[in-house]
């Protein structure tokens, strides 16, 4: 027995303490339902050891999309106290309780890796569930497109909740009307890891904007204070697009629409250029104001199969500035904090998937050094939600299912690669 086994099995161990029956909750407490890009990730995970739960993951998350094919960013399948906002404050109106928003959509990026471990078991789960996540690619394209980049209507869309990204868009925003409200997030971790009240009042007002419009997207699109092109959207959905395609084709369908899409974002993905910062960016559409920010998401762009010379200098740059990367945001940023959720954590998803990029590039000692320095991070402080990029300090929630999925995924050194 080697020292990753053990961490393997403590992985595994997770995984199966949050399963809480054909879905997996990010972790008891702090995050009690089924989350959307956590599920995706969280199949990964189960496909080292169990590939039929690892589809069933996938496919409960589809048993909540609407009939304009969103997929939630969370499913409520069993009450829970402990998390707020409820089900009842989202109103969302899919067969299943749910949020009324959706998340980045890694599921068939996922997808395309657990089929790759057995496609014939993998073409007939994909069978099922290919229509579906054209659907929700679709409504994407419908809804969510400026210029051809992939908006969020909220923040937690982008599952990047209070990055740096958001911050004109949210000053722009008077919460007036919001009520009293009771956060649950800061009874379960510290408030110094989690966004502030400043910002949830913004986030819970955006929410009872949608369950008022009925979540209807044309209500809501109308006279939005909330609309920012954001690369995490962008590159997810066009790297999603490209695998669909993949899987499509194995299956002999007709992927002619999503090639059609993948041109329209590939030309969306340019508009996120940030010129001056030298850097894919996020763009406020109402006031067409730049976030200025070098995220972990601006390195997002080999995942979705762009490059850029300048990322790759970049790249080193901000790996330079930490003891651990990729930071949400670099010290050399002065909204940088270093325990703050996305301003300034790092965290084990997106370098899994800015490793995928680095590797589709040609990358491969750097995709090697980043899948060493996460298994190192994770080796040292344990199954975290998040680190700080300075001393690997864990943060957030523990026992996390996502950390322990892309361990056994691909940070430990027995992963069976990706
Ligand atoms: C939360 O509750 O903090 C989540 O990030 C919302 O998705």
Redesign the pocket.
């Given at each position: 027995m080697t020292w990753a086994d053990g961490f393997d099995e403590q992985a595994r161990e997770i995984l199966r303490r949050n399963d809480r029956g054909g879905y997996t909750i990010p972790t008891s407490g702090l995050?009690p339902y089924q989350?959307n890009w956590d599920s995706a990730f969280a199949a990964l995970g189960f496909a080292q050891f169990d590939l039929d739960r690892a589809w069933c993951e996938i496919e409960t998350l589809f048993t909540g999309q609407w009939t304009n094919g969103m997929v939630p960013?969370?499913l409520f399948h069993a009450p829970d106290e402990g998390?707020f906002p409820s089900h009842e404050v989202w109103q969302g109106t899919g067969p299943i309780p749910s949020s009324g928003i959706s998340q980045p959509p890694v599921a068939a990026t996922m997808a395309r890796l657990i089929y790759e471990r057995d496609p014939e078991i993998g073409a007939a789960r994909m069978e099922m569930l290919f229509d579906k996540m054209v659907a929700w690619h679709r409504w994407f394209m419908a809804w969510r497109l400026d210029r051809g980049a992939v908006c969020v209507t909220h923040p937690?869309e982008a599952?990047r909740?209070n990055a740096p990204d958001w911050d004109v868009a949210m000053a722009a925003i008077t919460p007036d009307g919001v009520g009293e409200y009771k956060r649950r997030?800061t009874s379960h971790v510290d408030s110094s890891m989690r966004?502030t009240k400043y910002d949830y009042d913004r986030y819970i007002w955006l929410v009872q904007r949608g369950a008022r419009l009925g979540w209807d997207e044309a209500a809501m699109l109308d006279g939005t204070p909330f609309r920012v092109a954001d690369p995490t959207m962008t590159f997810t959905l066009l790297r999603a697009m490209r695998d669909l395609a993949v899987m499509g084709a194995a299956l002999g369908r007709d992927t002619g629409e999503i090639e059609g899409w993948i041109k329209v974002l590939e030309a969306g993905a340019a508009t996120l250029w940030n010129d001056d910062l030298g850097c894919y960016d996020s763009r406020d559409v109402r006031s067409g104001t730049w976030a200025g920010a070098v995220s972990n998401a601006s390195f997002l762009c080999w995942y979705a199969g762009i490059d850029r010379p300048e990322m790759r200098d970049l790249y080193r740059d901000v790996l330079a500035q930490v003891k651990y990367g990729v930071p949400s945001l670099p010290p050399s940023d002065d909204r940088f904090d270093g325990k703050r959720y996305w301003r300034g954590p790092v965290w084990g998803v997106m370098n899994l998937m800015i490793a995928l990029g680095l590797a589709d590039m040609g990358l491969t000692d750097e995709a090697e050094a980043l899948r060493a320095s996460t298994a190192d991070l994770v080796a040292q402080q344990g199954f975290a939600e998040y680190f700080d990029p300075r001393d690997g300090g864990p943060a957030g929630g523990s026992s996390f299912t996502w950390t322990a999925a892309i361990w056994l995924g691909w940070a430990s050194p027995n992963a069976q690669g990706v």
């Open positions: 995050y989350w960013h969370i998390y937690w599952g909740d997030d966004p």
